[in-house]
């Protein structure tokens, strides 16, 4: 079965710093997506970004980066320009061939001004 | 285009009761996905539909818990006899396709905060 692991339950950086989230994730599938999620206080669930297993190429978008290591099964999220906004609870999740989401415990992230 | 829609937002019962929480997929979504979120955990897949179909139920607790989704109106997830354990946060989620189309994003509501006193 497949699995996610977050092994970062609080982390903390300076506004306008750069910090980044640990996922690691164990499949025998080949073929598969990662997503980062992140939950704010309101508890809305925002894709951040999200990668193709397929793709050696790693996703961005705007301030958000990954860092896909698939031999390593390891996918970090890199937020540079960290923003207060940013807070939040942020979750790294894989989807196989059933499509449906394995989800991580989740990384709290704090924003300093 | 309206998000996808929970209601209600926050549902309060005794045990034993029945919960029914609905979920209205975004317009043109024919693909909705229920997962729960223990306190201080991540979400947990239970059940994937689609019209009038239960296509994939193996994160559903075998017992008190059904869903469905039909040809018209909003998927219901109903949890009958409620227990406290129970408790927890129910989201939603739906895409245009589903299984085998690639890894479509998944759009969540904001989620049916359940309370069992």
């Known amino acids: 079965a497949q699995t996610v692991t977050q092994s970062q339950p609080e982390m903390s950086v300076q506004e306008a710093e750069t910090v980044t989230l640990s996922c690691t994730y164990d499949?025998?599938?080949?073929?598969?997506?990662l997503f980062w999620y992140k939950q704010p206080p309101s508890r809305q669930m925002i894709l951040v970004i999200r990668?193709?297993?397929?793709k050696q190429q790693n996703a961005t978008e705007n301030r958000f980066s990954v860092n896909f290591q698939k031999a390593a099964k390891s996918f970090s999220l890199k937020i540079s320009d960290s923003q207060l906004g940013d807070a939040a609870m942020y979750f790294c999740?894989?989807?196989?061939?059933?499509?449906?989401?394995?989800w991580g415990l989740g990384t709290s992230l704090a924003v300093n001004p | 285009n309206a998000g996808v829609m929970q209601n209600p937002r926050h549902l309060v019962r005794r045990r034993g009761q029945e919960a029914r929480l609905r979920c209205s997929p975004m317009k043109g979504h024919s693909h909705v996905y229920w997962y729960r979120q223990l306190p201080e955990e991540g979400l947990k897949f239970m059940v994937y539909l689609q019209k009038e179909n239960i296509i994939d139920e193996s994160g559903m607790p075998k017992e008190r818990f059904s869903a469905e989704f039909p040809k018209e109106g909003p998927s219901i997830l109903r949890i009958q006899q409620v227990v406290r354990g129970d408790s927890a946060a129910y989201f939603c989620?739906?895409?245009?396709?589903?299984?085998?189309?690639?890894?479509?994003?998944?759009?969540f509501g904001p989620g049916t905060r359940l309370t069992v006193l």
């Open positions: 989620a739906s895409s245009p396709s589903g299984y085998g189309t690639g890894g479509n994003e998944q759009f």
């Open positions: 499949t025998s599938e080949s073929d598969y997506y």
């Open positions: 999740a894989y989807a196989g061939n059933n499509r449906k989401l394995i």
């Open positions: 990668q193709e297993a397929y």
